[in-house]
T-cell receptor, first 117, second 109 residues
């Protein structure tokens, strides 16, 4: 299993500003993911955070808007840049233990609830 | 395209049994997951099926039919704390998770 600490747990932000979300895992993991979950909707994968290389972004998400860092195997950050009200959402960090390509379960952080005014 | 379908909302009575269905169409299949998500909290893992059949884990069971692209989550002896959203997710041939929108389960006394 993995224990994930994510912060901030919630924040209220002004339009046009940027916010960085931190994700700390209690063990070294290969695969870290950033998800967005808008109210009443499914989880949407933003990107896979790769250690030592650039993140891999899903369709509809770009590095300029959601820059990601992954300096080591236990930590990652997601920045939501130049925020607008449409970015109001819960952002979730998750990890999958085991090898890449292993169909292991995902563990989630408690999420960061962002409200953009 | 890839698609996961599950009912938006279900209501059941405390002590009863409820079955939440999930149908899927994905490019390849490497297993199906069920997660529970209480309001305002992160999803937590419930079950994983990769072979056809029923997996039982206490009050919760999960069933898979790969030929039908179908799964269900069965919850027995419902308790008020089971009120939550239940998310179905399928891992495709690239080991990417495709998520359903979730089923909100309301338990009434």
């Amino acid at each position: 299993s993995a224990v994930i600490s994510q912060k901030p747990s919630r924040d209220i932000c002004q339009r046009g500003t940027s916010l960085t979300i931190q994700c700390q895992v209690d063990s070294q993991v290969t695969m870290m993911f950033w998800y967005r979950q808008q109210p009443g909707q499914s989880l949407t994968l933003i990107a896979t955070a790769n250690q030592g290389s650039e993140a891999t972004y899903e369709s509809g998400f770009v590095i300029d808007k959601f820059p990601i860092s992954r300096p080591n195997l236990t930590f990652s950050t997601l920045t939501v840049s130049n925020m607008s009200p449409e970015d109001s959402s819960i952002y979730l960090c998750s990890v999958r233990t085991g090898l890449a390509g292993d169909a292991g379960e995902l563990f989630f952080g408690e999420g960061s609830r962002l409200t953009v005014l | 395209g890839q698609n996961i379908d599950q009912p938006t909302e279900m209501t059941a009575t405390e002590g009863a049994i409820v079955q939440i269905n999930c149908t899927y169409q994905t490019s390849g299949f490497n297993g199906l997951f069920w997660y529970q998500q209480h309001a305002g909290e992160a999803p937590t893992f419930l079950s994983y099926n990769v072979l056809d059949g029923l997996e039982e884990k206490g009050r919760f069971s999960s069933f898979l039919s790969r030929s039908k692209g179908y799964s269900y989550l069965l919850l027995k002896e419902l308790q008020m704390k089971d009120s939550a959203s239940y998310l179905c997710a399928v891992m495709d041939s690239n080991y990417q998770l495709i998520w359903g929108a979730g089923t909100k389960l309301i338990i009434k006394p």
